[in-house]
DNA sequence: TCGAACTCCGAATGATTGTTCGGTAAACTT
DNA sequence: AAGTTTACCGAACAATCATTCGGAGTTCGA
Protein backbone atom coordinates (compact mmCIF):
# COMPACT_ATOMS: atom_id res chain seq x y z
CA UNK A 1 0.00 0.00 0.00
CA UNK A 2 1.08 3.31 -1.09
CA UNK A 3 2.51 6.04 1.82
CA UNK A 4 3.57 9.27 1.67
CA UNK A 5 6.80 10.01 4.11
CA UNK A 6 6.27 11.77 6.98
CA UNK A 7 9.07 13.45 7.06
CA UNK A 8 9.09 16.90 5.38
CA UNK A 9 12.31 16.26 3.66
CA UNK A 10 11.33 13.53 1.30
CA UNK A 11 8.01 14.15 0.76
CA UNK A 12 9.48 16.26 -1.91
CA UNK A 13 11.42 13.15 -3.67
CA UNK A 14 8.22 10.91 -3.34
CA UNK A 15 5.81 13.33 -5.15
CA UNK A 16 8.32 14.08 -7.62
CA UNK A 17 8.52 10.24 -8.96
CA UNK A 18 4.92 9.80 -7.75
CA UNK A 19 4.51 12.39 -11.07
CA UNK A 20 6.95 10.46 -13.25
CA UNK A 21 5.22 7.40 -12.83
CA UNK A 22 1.85 9.11 -13.82
CA UNK A 23 3.36 10.16 -16.75
CA UNK A 24 4.85 7.42 -17.87
CA UNK A 25 1.82 5.10 -17.27
CA UNK A 26 -0.06 7.49 -19.67
CA UNK A 27 2.76 7.28 -22.13
CA UNK A 28 2.46 3.50 -22.25
CA UNK A 29 -1.34 3.11 -21.82
CA UNK A 30 -1.54 5.90 -24.41
CA UNK A 31 0.47 3.19 -27.03
CA UNK A 32 -0.42 -0.17 -26.13
CA UNK A 33 -3.92 0.92 -24.11
CA UNK A 34 -4.88 0.83 -20.16
CA UNK A 35 -6.25 -2.91 -20.01
CA UNK A 36 -3.38 -4.46 -22.44
CA UNK A 37 -0.47 -2.88 -20.29
CA UNK A 38 -0.02 -5.16 -17.40
CA UNK A 39 1.34 -3.59 -14.09
CA UNK A 40 4.82 -5.84 -14.59
CA UNK A 41 5.24 -3.96 -18.46
CA UNK A 42 4.33 -0.66 -17.10
CA UNK A 43 7.26 -1.19 -14.19
CA UNK A 44 9.75 -2.56 -16.74
CA UNK A 45 9.39 0.21 -18.82
CA UNK A 46 10.66 2.90 -15.80
CA UNK A 47 13.21 -0.07 -14.64
CA UNK A 48 11.26 -0.60 -11.38
CA UNK A 49 9.89 -4.22 -10.25
CA UNK A 50 6.16 -4.87 -9.93
CA UNK A 51 5.77 -4.66 -6.03
CA UNK A 52 7.61 -0.68 -6.74
CA UNK A 53 4.41 0.95 -8.36
CA UNK A 54 2.12 0.09 -5.42
CA UNK A 55 4.77 2.12 -3.16
CA UNK A 56 3.27 5.14 -4.69
CA UNK A 57 -0.11 4.26 -6.22
CA UNK A 58 -2.59 1.49 -4.46
CA UNK A 59 -3.45 0.28 -7.64
CA UNK A 60 -4.07 0.12 -10.87
CA UNK A 61 -7.14 1.84 -11.18
CA UNK A 62 -6.12 5.16 -8.99
CA UNK A 63 -2.77 5.45 -11.82
CA UNK A 64 -5.76 6.16 -14.31
CA UNK A 65 -7.51 8.48 -11.76
CA UNK A 66 -4.12 10.35 -11.20
CA UNK A 67 -3.71 10.88 -15.40
CA UNK A 68 -7.53 12.29 -15.09
CA UNK A 69 -6.58 14.83 -12.26
CA UNK A 70 -2.94 15.76 -13.71
CA UNK A 71 -4.79 16.53 -16.89
CA UNK A 72 -7.90 18.31 -15.68
CA UNK A 73 -6.89 20.32 -12.75
CA UNK A 74 -4.22 22.58 -14.29
CA UNK A 75 -6.47 22.97 -17.23
CA UNK A 76 -9.35 24.37 -15.55
CA UNK A 77 -7.47 26.02 -13.22
CA UNK A 78 -5.66 28.19 -15.90
CA UNK A 79 -8.99 28.46 -17.54
CA UNK A 80 -10.91 30.37 -14.76
CA UNK A 81 -7.83 32.53 -14.76
CA UNK A 82 -8.49 33.31 -17.65
CA UNK A 83 -12.13 34.50 -17.46
CA UNK A 84 -11.59 37.11 -15.44
CA UNK A 85 -8.99 38.84 -17.90
CA UNK A 86 -10.29 42.13 -19.52
CA UNK A 87 -10.26 40.94 -23.38
CA UNK A 88 -12.85 41.82 -25.59
CA UNK A 89 -15.16 38.64 -26.37
CA UNK A 90 -13.42 37.08 -29.38
CA UNK A 91 -10.27 37.87 -28.11
CA UNK A 92 -11.01 35.68 -24.61
CA UNK A 93 -12.39 32.95 -26.76
CA UNK A 94 -8.84 32.86 -28.87
CA UNK A 95 -6.95 33.08 -25.46
CA UNK A 96 -8.94 30.41 -24.08
CA UNK A 97 -8.68 27.95 -27.48
CA UNK A 98 -4.83 28.59 -27.57
CA UNK A 99 -4.84 27.77 -23.89
CA UNK A 100 -6.77 24.40 -24.16
CA UNK A 101 -4.79 23.17 -27.53
CA UNK A 102 -1.58 23.84 -26.07
CA UNK A 103 -2.77 21.95 -22.92
CA UNK A 104 -3.96 18.91 -25.16
CA UNK A 105 -0.54 18.69 -27.32
CA UNK A 106 1.50 18.61 -24.37
CA UNK A 107 -0.80 16.42 -22.35
CA UNK A 108 -1.33 14.45 -25.60
CA UNK A 109 -0.73 11.27 -23.51
CA UNK A 110 -3.25 11.85 -20.85
CA UNK A 111 -5.72 13.05 -23.17
CA UNK A 112 -5.55 9.77 -25.34
CA UNK A 113 -6.07 7.77 -22.10
CA UNK A 114 -8.89 10.04 -21.35
CA UNK A 115 -10.57 9.54 -24.16
CA UNK A 116 -10.01 5.77 -24.33
CA UNK A 117 -11.29 4.96 -20.98
CA UNK A 118 -14.25 7.47 -21.74
CA UNK A 119 -16.74 4.68 -20.53
CA UNK A 120 -14.90 4.19 -17.17
CA UNK A 121 -15.17 7.37 -16.58
CA UNK A 122 -18.67 7.83 -17.34
CA UNK A 123 -19.66 6.02 -14.56
CA UNK A 124 -18.74 5.52 -11.39
CA UNK A 125 -18.40 7.07 -8.16
CA UNK A 126 -14.83 7.13 -8.30
CA UNK A 127 -14.59 9.45 -11.31
CA UNK A 128 -17.39 11.91 -9.48
CA UNK A 129 -14.55 14.73 -9.45
CA UNK A 130 -12.92 14.16 -12.95
CA UNK A 131 -16.79 14.34 -14.79
CA UNK A 132 -17.15 17.35 -12.67
CA UNK A 133 -13.81 19.08 -14.18
CA UNK A 134 -14.93 18.28 -17.60
CA UNK A 135 -17.80 19.82 -16.96
CA UNK A 136 -17.13 23.45 -15.46
CA UNK A 137 -14.67 23.77 -18.07
CA UNK A 138 -16.89 22.93 -20.98
CA UNK A 139 -18.92 25.26 -19.08
CA UNK A 140 -16.39 27.97 -19.26
CA UNK A 141 -16.06 27.85 -23.14
CA UNK A 142 -19.66 27.28 -23.71
CA UNK A 143 -19.65 31.06 -21.83
CA UNK A 144 -16.95 32.40 -24.01
CA UNK A 145 -18.15 30.68 -27.35
CA UNK A 146 -21.49 32.34 -26.44
CA UNK A 147 -20.56 35.43 -25.81
CA UNK A 148 -17.75 36.15 -29.24
CA UNK A 149 -20.48 34.54 -31.11
CA UNK A 150 -24.19 35.72 -30.10
CA UNK A 151 -25.55 34.49 -33.19
CA UNK A 152 -26.11 31.21 -34.57
CA UNK A 153 -26.66 27.32 -32.52
CA UNK A 154 -24.38 27.99 -29.67
CA UNK A 155 -24.91 24.57 -28.43
CA UNK A 156 -23.80 22.75 -31.41
CA UNK A 157 -21.01 24.95 -32.22
CA UNK A 158 -19.40 23.96 -28.53
CA UNK A 159 -20.12 20.51 -29.41
CA UNK A 160 -18.14 20.85 -32.91
CA UNK A 161 -15.39 23.24 -30.87
CA UNK A 162 -14.78 20.67 -28.35
CA UNK A 163 -14.46 17.52 -30.99
CA UNK A 164 -12.03 19.23 -32.93
CA UNK A 165 -9.82 20.05 -29.81
CA UNK A 166 -10.03 17.07 -28.52
CA UNK A 167 -9.87 15.58 -31.69
CA UNK A 168 -6.32 17.32 -32.10
CA UNK A 169 -4.40 14.77 -29.54
CA UNK A 170 -4.76 12.06 -32.10
CA UNK A 171 -2.89 13.51 -34.91
CA UNK A 172 -0.66 16.59 -33.87
CA UNK A 173 3.19 15.77 -33.85
CA UNK A 174 5.48 17.92 -32.61
CA UNK A 175 7.34 17.75 -35.61
CA UNK A 176 4.43 19.23 -38.07
CA UNK A 177 4.30 22.36 -39.59
CA UNK A 178 1.58 23.63 -37.57
CA UNK A 179 2.18 25.21 -33.96
CA UNK A 180 -0.47 24.84 -31.36
CA UNK A 181 -1.19 28.49 -31.23
CA UNK A 182 -2.22 28.51 -35.23
CA UNK A 183 -3.78 25.70 -35.11
CA UNK A 184 -6.11 27.09 -32.26
CA UNK A 185 -6.38 30.06 -33.99
CA UNK A 186 -7.35 28.52 -37.35
CA UNK A 187 -10.55 26.96 -34.78
CA UNK A 188 -11.52 29.97 -33.61
CA UNK A 189 -11.53 31.56 -37.23
CA UNK A 190 -13.63 28.13 -38.15
CA UNK A 191 -15.92 29.48 -35.61
CA UNK A 192 -16.70 32.90 -35.94
CA UNK A 193 -16.69 32.41 -40.18
CA UNK B 1 -13.93 -22.54 -34.61
CA UNK B 2 -16.57 -20.46 -36.47
CA UNK B 3 -17.63 -22.58 -39.47
CA UNK B 4 -19.89 -21.09 -41.68
CA UNK B 5 -22.55 -23.79 -43.37
CA UNK B 6 -21.87 -25.35 -46.83
CA UNK B 7 -25.50 -26.10 -47.19
CA UNK B 8 -27.05 -23.07 -48.86
CA UNK B 9 -30.15 -22.70 -46.92
CA UNK B 10 -28.52 -22.16 -44.04
CA UNK B 11 -26.42 -19.76 -44.69
CA UNK B 12 -29.10 -16.94 -44.67
CA UNK B 13 -29.50 -18.06 -41.28
CA UNK B 14 -26.30 -18.31 -39.72
CA UNK B 15 -25.24 -15.08 -41.49
CA UNK B 16 -28.02 -13.23 -39.47
CA UNK B 17 -27.34 -14.43 -36.48
CA UNK B 18 -23.62 -13.66 -36.84
CA UNK B 19 -24.66 -9.81 -37.62
CA UNK B 20 -26.91 -10.04 -34.39
CA UNK B 21 -23.84 -10.87 -32.17
CA UNK B 22 -21.95 -8.14 -33.95
CA UNK B 23 -24.40 -5.76 -33.00
CA UNK B 24 -24.70 -7.00 -29.09
CA UNK B 25 -20.71 -6.99 -29.17
CA UNK B 26 -20.61 -3.19 -30.70
CA UNK B 27 -23.29 -2.38 -27.76
CA UNK B 28 -21.81 -3.92 -24.76
CA UNK B 29 -18.32 -2.97 -25.58
CA UNK B 30 -19.31 0.49 -26.25
CA UNK B 31 -21.02 0.88 -22.18
CA UNK B 32 -18.24 -1.28 -20.59
CA UNK B 33 -15.06 -1.56 -23.04
CA UNK B 34 -13.88 -4.30 -24.73
CA UNK B 35 -11.54 -5.70 -22.66
CA UNK B 36 -13.92 -5.20 -19.28
CA UNK B 37 -16.35 -7.10 -21.25
CA UNK B 38 -15.89 -11.04 -20.38
CA UNK B 39 -17.32 -13.59 -23.19
CA UNK B 40 -19.33 -15.11 -20.69
CA UNK B 41 -21.08 -11.24 -20.34
CA UNK B 42 -21.53 -11.01 -23.88
CA UNK B 43 -23.23 -14.32 -24.39
CA UNK B 44 -25.42 -13.94 -21.67
CA UNK B 45 -26.41 -10.71 -22.84
CA UNK B 46 -27.50 -12.61 -25.90
CA UNK B 47 -29.18 -15.32 -23.90
CA UNK B 48 -26.27 -17.70 -25.32
CA UNK B 49 -23.59 -20.23 -23.52
CA UNK B 50 -20.09 -18.90 -23.66
CA UNK B 51 -19.55 -21.31 -26.01
CA UNK B 52 -21.89 -20.48 -28.64
CA UNK B 53 -19.89 -17.02 -29.98
CA UNK B 54 -17.41 -19.56 -30.90
CA UNK B 55 -19.33 -20.97 -33.25
CA UNK B 56 -19.96 -17.60 -35.23
CA UNK B 57 -16.58 -16.01 -34.46
CA UNK B 58 -13.24 -17.71 -33.73
CA UNK B 59 -12.12 -15.53 -30.76
CA UNK B 60 -12.96 -12.02 -29.18
CA UNK B 61 -10.73 -9.93 -31.28
CA UNK B 62 -12.53 -11.31 -34.67
CA UNK B 63 -15.80 -9.70 -33.04
CA UNK B 64 -13.49 -6.70 -32.59
CA UNK B 65 -12.60 -6.65 -36.43
CA UNK B 66 -15.95 -7.83 -37.50
CA UNK B 67 -17.58 -4.45 -35.68
CA UNK B 68 -14.88 -2.12 -37.32
CA UNK B 69 -15.74 -3.47 -40.84
CA UNK B 70 -19.26 -3.62 -40.52
CA UNK B 71 -18.91 0.30 -39.59
CA UNK B 72 -16.23 1.48 -42.22
CA UNK B 73 -17.18 -0.96 -45.17
CA UNK B 74 -20.52 0.27 -46.26
CA UNK B 75 -19.57 4.33 -45.67
CA UNK B 76 -16.85 4.04 -47.65
CA UNK B 77 -19.25 2.25 -50.53
CA UNK B 78 -21.58 5.13 -50.30
CA UNK B 79 -19.18 7.73 -50.00
CA UNK B 80 -17.97 6.52 -53.20
CA UNK B 81 -21.03 6.31 -55.11
CA UNK B 82 -21.74 10.27 -53.84
CA UNK B 83 -18.82 11.80 -55.56
CA UNK B 84 -19.79 10.64 -58.65
CA UNK B 85 -22.72 12.67 -58.60
CA UNK B 86 -23.64 15.73 -60.39
CA UNK B 87 -24.25 18.42 -57.73
CA UNK B 88 -21.92 21.49 -57.43
CA UNK B 89 -19.01 21.55 -54.58
CA UNK B 90 -21.05 22.60 -52.13
CA UNK B 91 -23.90 20.41 -52.32
CA UNK B 92 -21.89 17.23 -52.61
CA UNK B 93 -19.73 18.69 -49.45
CA UNK B 94 -23.03 18.61 -48.09
CA UNK B 95 -24.17 15.43 -48.91
CA UNK B 96 -20.82 13.94 -48.07
CA UNK B 97 -21.41 15.30 -44.38
CA UNK B 98 -24.82 14.17 -44.31
CA UNK B 99 -24.15 10.71 -44.93
CA UNK B 100 -21.35 10.37 -42.79
CA UNK B 101 -23.27 11.94 -39.51
CA UNK B 102 -26.03 9.88 -40.60
CA UNK B 103 -23.86 6.43 -40.41
CA UNK B 104 -22.29 7.78 -37.49
CA UNK B 105 -25.38 8.00 -35.51
CA UNK B 106 -26.81 5.00 -37.06
CA UNK B 107 -23.58 3.18 -35.84
CA UNK B 108 -22.93 5.15 -32.43
CA UNK B 109 -22.11 1.89 -30.97
CA UNK B 110 -19.87 0.74 -33.44
CA UNK B 111 -18.19 4.20 -33.30
CA UNK B 112 -17.20 4.08 -30.06
CA UNK B 113 -15.82 0.86 -29.93
CA UNK B 114 -13.92 2.25 -33.02
CA UNK B 115 -12.54 5.36 -30.79
CA UNK B 116 -11.86 2.98 -27.93
CA UNK B 117 -9.56 0.51 -29.42
CA UNK B 118 -7.65 3.27 -31.65
CA UNK B 119 -4.46 1.99 -30.23
CA UNK B 120 -5.12 -1.59 -31.22
CA UNK B 121 -6.40 -0.42 -34.65
CA UNK B 122 -2.98 2.05 -35.19
CA UNK B 123 -0.55 -0.74 -35.62
CA UNK B 124 -0.94 -4.78 -36.45
CA UNK B 125 -1.38 -6.42 -39.43
CA UNK B 126 -4.77 -7.66 -38.68
CA UNK B 127 -6.09 -4.10 -38.64
CA UNK B 128 -4.56 -2.91 -42.02
CA UNK B 129 -7.56 -3.33 -43.90
CA UNK B 130 -9.79 -1.00 -41.61
CA UNK B 131 -6.77 1.57 -41.22
CA UNK B 132 -6.99 1.65 -45.59
CA UNK B 133 -10.91 2.23 -45.55
CA UNK B 134 -10.36 5.07 -43.28
CA UNK B 135 -7.86 6.15 -44.75
CA UNK B 136 -9.55 6.11 -48.62
CA UNK B 137 -12.87 7.75 -46.85
CA UNK B 138 -10.64 10.31 -45.33
CA UNK B 139 -9.39 11.03 -48.79
CA UNK B 140 -12.94 11.50 -49.92
CA UNK B 141 -14.10 14.09 -47.91
CA UNK B 142 -10.66 15.79 -48.40
CA UNK B 143 -11.12 16.50 -51.95
CA UNK B 144 -15.21 17.45 -50.94
CA UNK B 145 -14.03 19.71 -48.82
CA UNK B 146 -10.93 21.16 -50.90
CA UNK B 147 -13.66 22.26 -53.59
CA UNK B 148 -16.08 23.47 -51.34
CA UNK B 149 -13.60 25.88 -50.00
CA UNK B 150 -10.47 26.72 -52.14
CA UNK B 151 -9.41 29.20 -50.18
CA UNK B 152 -8.06 28.74 -45.96
CA UNK B 153 -5.96 25.94 -44.59
CA UNK B 154 -7.86 22.84 -46.15
CA UNK B 155 -5.34 20.54 -44.18
CA UNK B 156 -6.51 22.13 -40.63
CA UNK B 157 -10.02 22.65 -41.53
CA UNK B 158 -10.33 18.36 -42.65
CA UNK B 159 -8.56 17.48 -39.29
CA UNK B 160 -11.20 19.99 -37.63
CA UNK B 161 -14.12 18.68 -39.60
CA UNK B 162 -12.72 14.71 -39.09
CA UNK B 163 -12.86 15.94 -35.14
CA UNK B 164 -16.40 17.42 -34.98
CA UNK B 165 -17.95 14.42 -37.19
CA UNK B 166 -16.45 11.73 -34.98
CA UNK B 167 -17.33 13.31 -31.77
CA UNK B 168 -21.17 13.17 -32.49
CA UNK B 169 -20.81 9.62 -31.19
CA UNK B 170 -20.50 10.78 -28.06
CA UNK B 171 -23.14 12.85 -27.48
CA UNK B 172 -26.06 12.26 -29.72
CA UNK B 173 -28.90 10.87 -28.20
CA UNK B 174 -31.63 9.86 -30.42
CA UNK B 175 -34.34 11.84 -28.48
CA UNK B 176 -32.06 15.03 -29.12
CA UNK B 177 -33.83 18.13 -30.57
CA UNK B 178 -31.21 18.10 -33.43
CA UNK B 179 -31.91 15.74 -36.57
CA UNK B 180 -28.93 14.22 -38.46
CA UNK B 181 -29.29 16.33 -41.21
CA UNK B 182 -29.60 19.16 -38.81
CA UNK B 183 -26.37 18.51 -37.31
CA UNK B 184 -24.15 17.47 -40.52
CA UNK B 185 -25.38 21.27 -42.26
CA UNK B 186 -24.29 22.59 -39.10
CA UNK B 187 -21.31 21.61 -39.51
CA UNK B 188 -21.11 22.35 -43.38
CA UNK B 189 -21.92 26.04 -42.35
CA UNK B 190 -19.28 26.20 -39.83
CA UNK B 191 -16.87 24.89 -42.17
CA UNK B 192 -17.83 27.16 -45.45
CA UNK B 193 -18.26 30.29 -42.81
C1' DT C 1 26.98 6.09 14.38
C1' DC C 2 22.52 4.02 15.56
C1' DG C 3 17.85 3.23 14.83
C1' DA C 4 13.98 4.43 12.25
C1' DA C 5 11.96 5.47 8.02
C1' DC C 6 12.07 4.83 3.38
C1' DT C 7 12.66 2.67 -1.37
C1' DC C 8 12.53 -1.00 -3.86
C1' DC C 9 12.81 -6.08 -4.85
C1' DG C 10 10.62 -10.20 -7.09
C1' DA C 11 8.61 -14.58 -6.26
C1' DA C 12 4.16 -16.37 -4.87
C1' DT C 13 -0.83 -16.18 -4.97
C1' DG C 14 -5.51 -15.95 -5.89
C1' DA C 15 -8.83 -14.61 -8.99
C1' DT C 16 -10.26 -13.86 -13.49
C1' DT C 17 -11.24 -15.16 -18.17
C1' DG C 18 -10.52 -16.52 -23.26
C1' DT C 19 -10.90 -20.69 -25.31
C1' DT C 20 -11.75 -25.71 -25.87
C1' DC C 21 -14.42 -29.76 -26.29
C1' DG C 22 -17.46 -33.70 -25.68
C1' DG C 23 -22.09 -33.95 -25.78
C1' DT C 24 -27.34 -33.01 -26.92
C1' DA C 25 -31.15 -31.61 -29.38
C1' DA C 26 -32.96 -29.60 -33.40
C1' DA C 27 -33.06 -28.87 -38.45
C1' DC C 28 -32.38 -30.29 -42.87
C1' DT C 29 -31.67 -33.69 -46.75
C1' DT C 30 -32.89 -37.59 -49.30
C1' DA D 1 -37.34 -42.10 -41.13
C1' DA D 2 -32.48 -42.59 -40.97
C1' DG D 3 -28.39 -40.03 -41.41
C1' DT D 4 -25.93 -35.84 -41.63
C1' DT D 5 -25.21 -31.23 -40.59
C1' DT D 6 -26.05 -27.37 -37.66
C1' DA D 7 -26.81 -24.80 -33.27
C1' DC D 8 -25.92 -24.50 -28.91
C1' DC D 9 -24.61 -26.02 -24.09
C1' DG D 10 -21.64 -25.32 -20.00
C1' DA D 11 -18.07 -27.33 -17.27
C1' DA D 12 -13.16 -27.51 -17.36
C1' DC D 13 -8.58 -25.86 -18.66
C1' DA D 14 -4.64 -23.10 -19.16
C1' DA D 15 -2.80 -18.85 -19.11
C1' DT D 16 -2.59 -14.24 -17.57
C1' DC D 17 -2.10 -10.66 -14.32
C1' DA D 18 -3.18 -7.39 -10.31
C1' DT D 19 -1.84 -7.49 -5.91
C1' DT D 20 0.65 -9.03 -1.65
C1' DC D 21 4.42 -9.49 1.40
C1' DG D 22 8.70 -10.58 3.78
C1' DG D 23 12.93 -8.83 3.34
C1' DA D 24 17.30 -6.23 1.76
C1' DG D 25 19.73 -2.25 0.92
C1' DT D 26 19.67 2.86 1.42
C1' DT D 27 18.82 7.39 3.36
C1' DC D 28 17.66 10.33 7.02
C1' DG D 29 17.49 12.40 11.78
C1' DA D 30 19.73 12.87 16.21
Same mark, same amino acid.
Not at 28 to 31: H, I, P
Given at each position: MSVRPTRPALRER???RQQQVVYQAAK? !???RGYDQTTMQELAASMDLATG? *??HYFS???ELLTAICDQLMEPLLEQASELVDSGDDAEERLRSL?? *?WVCHVVAHRDHML? !??QERHLIE???RWRKVRASRKAFERLAAEALQRARPRGD???ALLALLGMVNHTAQWYRPRGELSPEAIADGYVDLMLG
Open positions: YDRV !FARA *LYGKEVR *LV !FQSGEGHL
